[in-house]
């Protein structure tokens, strides 16, 4: 079978088609999940039967993160887009693991180790964000997707929303659900319930 994974922009997609469904996840480090858990997981990405299926990095760690994308991809037979997270950036040389704790460190250089330089490369071309028709996904910060900064502030989502053109950014890295809405007439930002909503006009 094709793997349907990719790392493009998808903005062709929403633009060809405005009214596409999609599933968001980010973080999910498919390496730590059993083998039943990663199926459970694939089957509530298909329950809203989505057209496409975005990942906000950190899919598992570098060295299984293909394996983990084909296993997702044959389940779900979605086509599959996703950014680079920090620990896939960090094997790729594209962020310094000096703030990593030893024990992180050290599981770093041997990860680094077992990858073929295809890998690496594969790595070094991923994209830090992408975006369609009204949205941008990065794993962290838009103002700064490189820095890997987390958003867990009020002034740290203003920044990133006024960083960026599009309504609704998607972000992770912080592993903790939340939703901050700008209000594009006065300025005003402020969080909210991280439940279902609906983006009213004006807002952001």
């Known amino acids: 079978m094709e793997t349907s994974f990719r790392h493009e922009i998808v903005s062709l997609c929403f633009k060809d088609c405005p009214s596409m469904r999609c599933v968001w996840a980010t973080d999910i480090h498919l390496n730590f999940v059993a083998d039943r858990s990663r199926f459970e997981f694939a089957e509530s990405?298909?329950?809203?039967?989505p057209a496409?299926?975005?990942?906000?990095?950190?899919?598992a760690e570098a060295n299984s993160v293909v394996p983990y994308l084909e296993e997702l991809g044959g389940w779900i037979r979605r086509p599959i887009y996703?950014?680079?997270?920090n620990h896939d950036a960090v094997?790729?040389?594209r962020l310094d693991p000096e703030p990593f704790n030893p024990d992180?460190?050290?599981?770093?250089?041997?990860?680094k180790g077992q990858l073929s330089k295809d890998a690496v490369r594969f790595f070094r071309k991923m994209p830090l964000?992408?975006?369609g028709d009204g949205f941008l996904c990065t794993h962290a910060e838009a103002a700064s997707?490189?820095?890997y900064g987390y958003i867990q502030t009020v002034s740290a989502a203003f920044k990133s929303l006024k960083?960026?053109?599009?309504?609704i950014i998607f972000v992770g890295h912080t592993h903790e659900p939340g939703v901050y809405r700008l209000t594009e007439a006065n300025g005003d930002i402020m969080p909210m319930p991280a439940s279902s909503f609906e983006v009213e006009a004006g807002c952001r």
Do not use: N, Y
């Open 82 to 85: 996703f950014v680079l997270g």
């Open 104 to 111: 992180a460190q050290h599981a770093i250089q041997w990860t």
């Open 91 to 93: 094997i790729a040389e």
């Open 145 to 147: 997707p490189g820095r």
């Open 52 to 59: 496409i299926v975005l990942l906000g990095g950190d899919i």
């Open 45 to 49: 990405v298909l329950a809203p039967d």
């Open 163 to 167: 960083a960026a053109s599009q309504q």
């Open 129 to 131: 964000t992408m975006s």
